[in-house]
């Protein structure tokens, strides 16, 4: 295989990767400025020059002091509305890392390289800036004078370089909010982003003309050497020299300058209680609480049978950390630029959602409150519903749960449990459910498949096999077909497939056939727990009698609830998805691919719940390496970045709503690459793209083809005539 | 209002064809395997008729009757979710391989045990078999005025309106209380049933009748009452044969596609 934009493959960066640019620069700065140091060593200044009463900075400090303590009362109040996390207290190493690596060395933020750089700038400069006026403070209340002579040059140095900093911190955001009209961050405007932005922007450069006043009228001449240090500043004060201000006129420009400068920076800290800017805090405490465990994993209600109330549809039946998390957010927009529904002109935004959620908060929070929230009801203190009112059902069922807002969140907002819970309460407690959704959930209930009036059976692809062996307790695997690995006739060719793949491998594997039934997950997705409760215990019951350790399963989707949700219902198996399985066989030998297939150039999609959600982006690229006379040209969004094909979350039984269709937009991203194949690992992902691909390309001539990776690597392995896909079939096409 | 709902359970009809099988002998149909029975479709939506009563005029009772095997009462209790307050059973060796009139006849000598009932509601016809006859049987039994079709049915006072489908178009029809409905696809989609619902329908004990529950004479009920007599069931036999025309060209091949048709006398 040939790699046709090896630069489209990105790895999640790590840790150590994004801060070597900066900390390379700084350390070079560093010995610079060791050897330029040794030179002068009587350098100092006066602390709170030509200021007379410094001590009103301690009456701003005290004000903001008391005006945060009342705005995280304020918000505590509301929080505590909400039900108790559990297992806080576990994993705390995991946590407190997830608070340094997502918090304080913000992963998330640097996904968009732009504003990575942006909001290191700004954040850096601010760290830095801190710790320089809080030296000011201590070497004045403390009386200790140690910015003195090398120490205070370099203090100069350093304070001017983070100013600057964070000035090309603070272009960048200006550009990105007056000169991008249609940026993310203008999809949900107020005054406070101007308000933030501009405050900032006045900080800076105040703290600049302060310090180039006095340079002017105490250092530029005096002590040139010295000046030179604090270089932004000793070049502006170096430019005053042309206006030729007098000494009293400097002087006087230089009070009020740092006056407006003090105030306009306790203003600006102070706008932290009453805006966004409290992601200072809040997004380093959302990365201590963010989940622990995979994010493929939804809560489990515990004892259902015994609650009144099955999902959220009042404010208070989230938890509290649900809660918070509203408050986390910046208004950002990753989530919704990444969101399929979205970007498909579908009603779900997921930002709106999370705001929609904090102001309903903030309006019947307080009410609650004095009502107490135990036995509160919401809608005794407000006309409008939580569920349909402020987050309308359309919105709730347009999730595809695929993760792709989750995994941008810079401040770990987890939009989609929140969603589910929703959708619990509208399935179970509601139950509004739109009709197609409704019809597949009944499907599953009575005949233990969402695959309404299919006209096959679970044995119907063994046809023309005589040696389909059944699982019993003595082989290694258990092969996992799927619902719809066998009752929709388009998936039927990747079971068989898969089959010969086993068995040619010399697998030792068997079936269930007849005995499968659904493992619940699309009920879970959709909201109806009581029902995935019921089909998951079941199977996992099963699953222990036939004796099952390891299971190899066609869908994604079986993939991740058997590995990641049974073990809720004390089913632990060894699960394998069939791409892992067979990537494995070809690097052991035990699977030769030596044919040409009819695909050669082809794009890779990641359907969400194989690569997202459960990381497994590789395994289905070893395979394309091993088909011989192939290439690959990656889409633009792909692996952790990869677009839902527009089925996943129940919406392969919905009718979407919209502008577009999610498997259109998909589609076409596809036939973008120029490939003449798109390949996945998902039989929803197969059939939307073969929906959605005859919707972009209407002509079938030159149409793009969609394949299971599976179908590619049976042709590669048995040769053109071998194939289970009338491989001859699709050859004809081809040609 | 006391409304009783005729539920049946049928074999699942969207069983796949494969999974199909007949007894030629026992002129019956093989219950196909891990297939289970389900709750027939339009008694689903005589159901969600009768709520909808209920519903509208804020208080009333449900009561849902089914005949048939112990298994039945998975079908009872998807109406018992659905909101209906009662449920029984029709459960003996006696009332089962009956048809259409010994079927009809005990419901109805249920419906009388009941009481004071004021509206019954079946489904247009059993999904399985089709006879849609069972709704106007009862009716016969009891006297009472019978409504077939519809896809609305409202209240009014001491009678009932009933919106019937015609082959084109609606028809409105009023008939004076008791009466009998039976009730269409068109009616809309029957309701999913809160979670709530569901497990009050659990607890729900369902009520079982026998014969002599009802007092019928055994005679006129199940296979003994049956008027009807099944002489043969069998499964269509379909195939199809495939001849491919020789020819070196497509022209040719098309000239004996012509040919051999016309020899078929098809053109």
């Given at each position: 295989?040939?790699?046709?934009?090896?630069?489209?493959?990105?790895?999640?960066?790590?840790?150590?990767?994004?801060?070597?640019?900066?900390?390379?620069?700084?350390?070079?700065?560093?010995?610079?400025?060791?050897?330029?140091?040794?030179?002068?060593?009587?350098?100092?200044?006066?602390?709170?020059?030509?200021?007379?009463?410094p001590?009103?900075?301690?009456?701003?400090?005290?004000?903001?002091?008391?005006?945060?303590?009342?705005?995280?009362?304020?918000h505590?109040?509301?929080?505590?509305?909400?039900?108790?996390?559990?297992?806080?207290?576990?994993?705390?190493?995991?946590r407190?890392?997830?608070?340094?690596?997502?918090?304080?060395?913000?992963?998330?933020?640097?996904?968009?390289?732009?504003?990575?750089?942006?909001?290191?700038c700004?954040?850096?400069?601010?760290?830095?800036?801190?710790?320089?006026?809080?030296?000011?403070?201590?070497?004045?209340?403390?009386?200790?004078?140690?910015?003195?002579?090398?120490?205070?040059?370099?203090?100069?140095?350093?304070?001017?370089?983070?100013?600057?900093?964070?000035?090309?911190?603070?272009?960048?955001?200006?550009?990105?909010?007056?000169?991008?009209?249609y940026?993310?961050?203008?999809?949900?405007?107020?005054?406070?982003?101007?308000a933030?932005?501009?405050?900032?922007?006045?900080?800076?450069?105040?703290?600049?003309?302060?310090?180039?006043?006095?340079?002017?009228?105490?250092?530029?001449d005096?002590?040139?050497?010295w000046?030179?240090?604090?270089?932004?500043?000793?070049?502006?004060?170096?430019?005053?020299?042309?206006?030729?201000?007098?000494?009293?006129?400097?002087?006087?420009?230089?009070?009020?300058?740092?006056?407006?400068?003090?105030?306009?920076?306790f203003?600006?800290?102070?706008?932290?209680?009453?805006?966004?800017?409290?992601?200072?805090?809040?997004?380093?405490?959302?990365a201590?609480?963010l989940?622990?465990?995979?994010?493929?994993?939804?809560?489990?209600?515990?004892?259902?049978?015994?609650?009144?109330?099955?999902?959220?549809?009042?404010?208070?039946?989230?938890?509290?950390?649900?809660?918070?998390?509203?408050?986390?957010?910046?208004?950002?927009?990753?989530?919704?630029s990444?969101?399929?529904?979205?970007?498909?002109?579908?009603?779900?935004?997921?930002?709106?959602?999370i705001?929609?959620?904090?102001?309903?908060?903030?309006?019947?929070g307080?009410?609650?409150?004095?009502?107490?929230?135990?036995?509160?009801?919401?809608?005794?203190?407000?006309?409008v519903?939580?569920?349909?009112?402020?987050?309308?059902?359309?919105?709730?069922?347009?999730?595809?749960?695929?993760?792709?807002c989750?995994?941008?969140?810079?401040?770990?907002?987890?939009?989609?449990?929140?969603?589910?819970?929703?959708?619990r309460?509208?399935?179970?407690?509601?139950?509004?459910?739109?009709?197609?959704?409704?019809?597949?959930?009944?499907?599953?209930?009575?005949?233990?498949?969402?695959?309404?009036?299919?006209?096959?059976?679970?044995d119907?692809?063994?046809?023309?096999?005589?040696?389909?062996?059944?699982?019993?307790?003595?082989?290694?695997?258990?092969?996992?077909?799927?619902?719809?690995?066998?009752?929709?006739?388009?998936?039927?060719?990747?079971?068989?497939?898969?089959?010969?793949?086993?068995?040619?491998?010399?697998?030792?594997?068997?079936?269930?056939?007849?005995?499968?039934?659904?493992?619940?997950?699309?009920?879970r997705?959709?909201g109806?727990?009581?029902?995935?409760?019921?089909?998951?215990?079941?199977?996992?019951?099963?699953?222990?009698?036939?004796?099952?350790?390891?299971?190899?399963?066609?869908?994604?989707?079986?993939f991740?609830?058997?590995?990641?949700?049974?073990?809720?219902?004390?089913?632990?198996?060894?699960?394998?998805?069939?791409?892992e399985?067979?990537?494995?066989?070809?690097?052991?030998?035990?699977?030769?691919?030596?044919?040409?297939?009819?695909?050669s150039?082809?794009?890779?999609?990641d359907?969400?719940?194989?690569?997202?959600?459960?990381?497994?982006?590789?395994?289905?690229?070893?395979?394309i390496e091993?088909?011989?006379?192939?290439?690959?040209?990656?889409?633009?969004?792909?692996?952790?970045?990869?677009l839902?094909?527009?089925?996943?979350?129940?919406?392969?039984?919905?009718?979407?709503?919209?502008?577009r269709?999610?498997?259109?937009?998909?589609?076409?991203?596809?036939v973008?690459?120029g490939?003449?194949?798109?390949?996945?690992?998902?039989?929803?992902?197969?059939?939307?793209f073969?929906?959605?691909?005859?919707?972009?390309?209407?002509?079938?001539?030159?149409?793009?083809?969609?394949?299971?990776?599976?179908?590619?690597l049976?042709?590669?392995?048995?040769?053109?005539?071998?194939?289970?896909?009338?491989?001859?079939?699709?050859?004809?096409?081809?040609? | 209002?006391?409304?009783?709902?005729?539920?049946?359970?049928?074999?699942?009809?969207?069983?796949?064809?494969?999974?199909?099988?007949?007894?030629?002998?026992?002129?019956?149909?093989?219950?196909?395997?891990?297939?289970?029975?389900?709750?027939s479709?339009?008694?689903?939506?005589?159901?969600?008729?009768?709520?909808?009563?209920?519903?509208k005029?804020?208080?009333?009772?449900?009561?849902?009757?089914?005949?048939?095997?112990?298994?039945?009462?998975?079908?009872?209790?998807?109406?018992?979710?659905?909101?209906?307050?009662?449920?029984?059973?029709?459960?003996?060796?006696a009332?089962?391989?009956?048809?259409?009139?010994?079927?009809?006849?005990a419901?109805?000598?249920?419906?009388?045990?009941?009481?004071?009932?004021?509206?019954?509601?079946?489904?247009?016809?059993?999904?399985?078999?089709?006879?849609?006859?069972?709704?106007?049987?009862?009716?016969?039994?009891?006297?009472?005025?019978?409504?077939?079709?519809?896809?609305?049915?409202?209240?009014?006072?001491?009678?009932?309106?009933?919106q019937?489908?015609?082959?084109?178009?609606?028809?409105?029809?009023?008939?004076?209380?008791?009466?009998?409905?039976?009730?269409?696809?068109?009616?809309?989609?029957?309701r999913?049933?809160?979670?709530?619902?569901?497990?009050?329908?659990?607890?729900?004990?369902?009520?079982t009748?026998?014969?002599?529950?009802?007092?019928v004479?055994?005679?006129?009920?199940?296979?003994?009452?049956?008027?009807?007599?099944?002489?043969?069931?069998?499964?269509?036999?379909?195939?199809?044969?495939?001849?491919?025309?020789?020819?070196?060209?497509?022209?040719?091949?098309?000239?004996?596609?012509?040919?051999a048709?016309?020899?078929?006398?098809?053109?």
């Amino acid at each position: 295989m040939q790699q046709n934009n090896p630069q489209e493959i990105r790895k999640p960066s790590r840790l150590v990767g994004a801060w070597w640019g900066p900390a390379v620069g700084l350390t070079g700065i560093g010995l610079v400025s060791a050897v330029e140091i040794e030179r002068t060593s009587d350098a100092t200044r006066e602390v709170f020059f030509n200021v007379d009463q410094p001590w009103a900075v301690y009456l701003f400090l005290s004000i903001l002091t008391g005006l945060l303590v009342y705005g995280i009362g304020r918000h505590l109040t509301l929080w505590a509305l909400g039900r108790p996390v559990p297992g806080l207290r576990q994993q705390l190493g995991h946590r407190l890392r997830n608070a340094v690596r997502l918090g304080l060395a913000q992963d998330k933020v640097r996904r968009d390289r732009y504003a990575g750089i942006m909001h290191w700038c700004i954040f850096s400069s601010i760290v830095v800036l801190t710790f320089v006026t809080a030296q000011v403070a201590i070497a004045d209340d403390l009386s200790i004078h140690f910015l003195e002579g090398q120490y205070y040059l370099f203090f100069s140095f350093y304070g001017d370089l983070f100013g600057l900093i964070g000035v090309v911190g603070v272009g960048m955001a200006l550009y990105r909010r007056y000169f991008d009209s249609y940026h993310r961050i203008r999809w949900d405007e107020r005054l406070e982003d101007h308000a933030i932005l501009w405050g900032l922007a006045l900080v800076l450069l105040t703290g600049f003309a302060v310090e180039a006043f006095r340079i002017n009228a105490t250092e530029l001449d005096q002590q040139p050497d010295w000046a030179r240090w604090s270089f932004v500043s000793w070049g502006v004060a170096s430019g005053l020299d042309l206006f030729d201000l007098s000494e009293s006129q400097l002087l006087s420009a230089h009070v009020w300058g740092w006056w407006s400068h003090i105030v306009i920076a306790f203003g600006w800290l102070g706008l932290i209680v009453f805006t966004k800017l409290d992601h200072i805090f809040f997004a380093p405490t959302n990365a201590f609480l963010l989940r622990t465990d995979s994010p493929g994993r939804l809560t489990k209600i515990e004892n259902i049978e015994e609650r009144e109330v099955f999902g959220v549809g009042q404010i208070q039946d989230f938890t509290w950390k649900q809660l918070f998390e509203l408050d986390a957010c910046v208004r950002c927009g990753r989530c919704s630029s990444v969101c399929p529904a979205n970007l498909s002109g579908q009603p779900l935004s997921p930002m709106h959602l999370i705001q929609d959620l904090k102001s309903h908060l903030a309006t019947v929070g307080p009410e609650l409150q004095r009502v107490g929230h135990q036995n509160g009801d919401v809608r005794a203190v407000s006309p409008v519903a939580m569920v349909g009112d402020v987050i309308k059902d359309e919105t709730l069922w347009a999730c595809r749960t695929c993760g792709a807002c989750v995994q941008e969140c810079p401040v770990m907002i987890e939009h989609v449990p929140t969603i589910v819970d929703m959708r619990r309460y509208l399935v179970m407690d509601e139950a509004r459910v739109p009709a197609t959704a409704q019809a597949a959930l009944e499907n599953m209930e009575v005949r233990g498949h969402p695959w309404r009036g299919t006209a096959l059976t679970r044995d119907s692809w063994m046809e023309g096999f005589d040696d389909v062996p059944y699982f019993d307790g003595t082989q290694e695997y258990l092969y996992w077909v799927g619902c719809s690995g066998s009752l929709v006739e388009r998936n039927l060719p990747i079971t068989k497939s898969v089959f010969r793949l086993l068995r040619e491998s010399g697998a030792s594997f068997g079936v269930m056939g007849q005995e499968e039934t659904c493992n619940g997950d699309p009920a879970r997705r959709l909201g109806n727990e009581y029902l995935y409760q019921i089909l998951a215990q079941q199977l996992v019951d099963t699953f222990k009698e036939k004796n099952v350790q390891k299971v190899i399963t066609n869908c994604p989707h079986c993939f991740n609830t058997f590995k990641n949700e049974y073990p809720q219902f004390d089913g632990h198996f060894e699960v394998l998805h069939h791409t892992e399985f067979l990537a494995k066989a070809l690097k052991d030998g035990d699977l030769q691919a030596r044919h040409q297939v009819t695909a050669s150039e082809m794009t890779y999609h990641d359907s969400c719940y194989l690569g997202r959600i459960n990381g497994q982006y590789d395994a289905p690229r070893q395979i394309i390496e091993f088909l011989p006379g192939t290439s690959l040209t990656e889409m633009k969004r792909s692996r952790s970045r990869g677009l839902c094909c527009g089925a996943g979350g129940g919406n392969m039984w919905q009718e979407e709503i919209g502008e577009r269709r999610v498997n259109h937009v998909r589609s076409e991203e596809a036939v973008g690459t120029g490939a003449d194949s798109v390949v996945s690992n998902c039989p929803f992902c197969i059939q939307m793209f073969e929906d959605g691909l005859p919707a972009v390309h209407p002509e079938e001539e030159g149409r793009m083809r969609a394949f299971d990776i599976a179908e590619l690597l049976e042709q590669s392995v048995f040769g053109p005539e071998g194939g289970s896909r009338a491989t001859s079939e699709v050859a004809e096409a081809i040609q | 209002m006391h409304l009783v709902v005729c539920a049946k359970q049928i074999p699942d009809p969207e069983t796949p064809p494969a999974a199909f099988r007949i007894d030629s002998a026992k002129n019956e149909v093989i219950p196909a395997q891990g297939i289970a029975p389900v709750l027939s479709p339009f008694d689903a939506q005589a159901a969600e008729a009768a709520l909808r009563i209920k519903e509208k005029a804020g208080d009333g009772k449900v009561t849902v009757i089914s005949l048939g095997q112990e298994s039945a009462q998975a079908a009872i209790k998807q109406v018992l979710a659905m909101g209906a307050d009662e449920g029984v059973l029709l459960s003996d060796d006696a009332f089962q391989g009956g048809d259409s009139y010994s079927t009809a006849h005990a419901l109805a000598a249920a419906i009388k045990k009941l009481g004071d009932v004021d509206a019954v509601f079946c489904g247009r016809q059993a999904a399985d078999w089709d006879m849609g006859q069972v709704g106007i049987g009862i009716a016969e039994e009891l006297g009472w005025p019978v409504a077939i079709i519809a896809k609305d049915a409202q209240a009014d006072g001491g009678s009932m309106v009933v919106q019937r489908v015609l082959a084109d178009g609606f028809e409105t029809v009023k008939m004076p209380l008791p009466a009998v409905v039976t009730v269409s696809n068109e009616l809309g989609d029957p309701r999913y049933p809160k979670l709530q619902q569901i497990m009050q329908a659990a607890r729900k004990t369902v009520t079982t009748w026998g014969p002599a529950d009802l007092g019928v004479d055994a005679s006129e009920i199940g296979a003994a009452g049956s008027r009807l007599k099944l002489e043969k069931l069998f499964q269509p036999e379909s195939g199809a044969e495939v001849e491919l025309m020789e020819g070196e060209t497509p022209a040719e091949q098309a000239q004996a596609l012509a040919k051999a048709l016309r020899d078929a006398k098809i053109i």
